[in-house]
């Protein structure tokens, strides 16, 4: 991708993402896109991977990890009262001349794998249906995993809009959310389902017993999203209690052999959350096509979104036909999701 394509590429971040969501990387956003100097940096980063993401989160990292730099005056992640003055686009160009060889290597290695736990929110309820029609315990292949911290959603307390407490009522993770349309059925939230197996498939595993990949997802994290920061950090304590089976490859590939060894007796649920919009059109309808032919020889439970749309999709595979619904729109860090599907009631 050229330099004009990156400008535009932070341009519509800056209004699409971080719009009412972080006015710190608004302002960033808006300025990486009209200076060239940081957008040639840029050119280092890995194609197919969120290049704002990407750079803001080499930043970011660079000062959790303990760069003395006026920048980290400006994060609320470092500083109680951070800054709010016009120097802010200068110093972080500053930051960024200064360190310009641990960024360009950041961009070069690392990916974009946000944990955002939050999700788990929204999949919560639609684990629950599925457990409630099928009958049988939940068998949960993700791709594109990171660390693998949604796989635990039956560990995590929930809260949606008012005091009441579902899920793992005495967990000390505990999400928040909103329904922004429509309303989850109370009978979805009363009880958690049982799940026997647990996968995550990724190209890149995120151990997060090492330090220095645990501090690279925090960073991921934005500045301002404290409650996200916390929700992080409290899930990768509960995932250092309860170890996940975790594989590295592609998870396209390595699909159908894994859903071989899942037996038939659990309900089998292949999901991923905002992992889709990183994969070339070409992937994306390869995996269709493999969890089609899944669905040829056993019931299968395909959750997703962003192939087609920004919208989260349940595809239902039973006996060789397929029922697709809707579920609505979702927020990317889980703040709100809508739950707009009566045949889910």
């Keep these: 991708m050229g330099v004009d394509g990156l400008s535009k590429r932070f341009k ?32 280092d980063a890995q194609y197919n991977q969120p290049t704002p993401n990407l750079l803001l989160g080499a930043v970011h990292f ?55 736990v939050r ?12 457990y409630q029609q099928t009958g049988k315990p939940l068998s949960l292949i993700e791709i594109g995993t990171s660390a693998g911290l949604q796989l635990l959603f039956d560990y995590y307390a929930y809260s949606y809009g008012t005091a009441d407490v579902y899920g793992n009522v005495d967990s000390s993770v505990h999400l928040t ?16 389902p049982p799940v026997r197996d647990r996968i995550g498939v990724d190209l890149n595993i995120s ?3 090492d330090e220095e990949e645990r501090l690279w997802l925090k960073a991921l994290i934005w500045p301002e999203h404290k409650n996200r920061i916390k929700n992080f950090e409290d899930a990768a304590k509960e995932l250092r209690k309860n170890p996940l089976h975790l ?6 590939t390595l699909l159908s052999d894994i859903a071989k060894g899942i037996s038939a007796e659990t309900s089998l ?39 087609d749309d920004r919208q989260l999709h349940i595809d239902f ?7 697709k619904e809707t579920l609505g729109e979702t927020d990317g860090h889980g703040r709100w999701f809508d739950w707009k599907v009566k045949r889910y009631d």
């Design 119 to 130: 999700r788990c929110a929204y999949l919560f309820p639609i684990f629950s249906y599925i």
């Design 62 to 116: 660079l000062l959790l990890k303990g760069s003395d730099h006026e920048l980290k005056e400006y994060y609320p992640s470092i500083v109680e009262i951070p800054k709010r003055d016009s120097e802010l686009l200068q110093v972080f160009k500053e930051f960024c001349r200064e360190h310009h060889k641990e960024i360009e290597y950041l961009l070069r290695h690392k990916l974009v794998q946000t944990n955002e």
């Design 207 to 209: 151990d997060l017993t």
């Design 177 to 192: 959310s909103e329904v922004r349309e429509g309303t989850v059925p109370e009978h979805l939230l009363t009880g958690v």
């Design 12 to 43: 519509d971040f800056a209004e699409t993402e971080c719009e009412g969501s972080s006015e710190l990387y608004k302002k960033l956003s808006l300025y990486i896109a009209k200076d060239e100097e940081l957008l040639e940096l840029c050119m």
């Design 269 to 307: 649920c292949i999901f991923h959350t905002h992992v889709a919009n990183q994969m070339p059109e070409e992937v994306k309808g390869e995996l269709l096509q493999q969890v089609e032919e899944i669905g040829e020889k056993r019931d299968v439970f395909h959750i997703y979104n962003n192939i």
């Design 317 to 323: 595979f039973s006996n060789g036909k397929i029922h």
């Design 247 to 252: 594989k590295e490859g592609d998870g396209v």
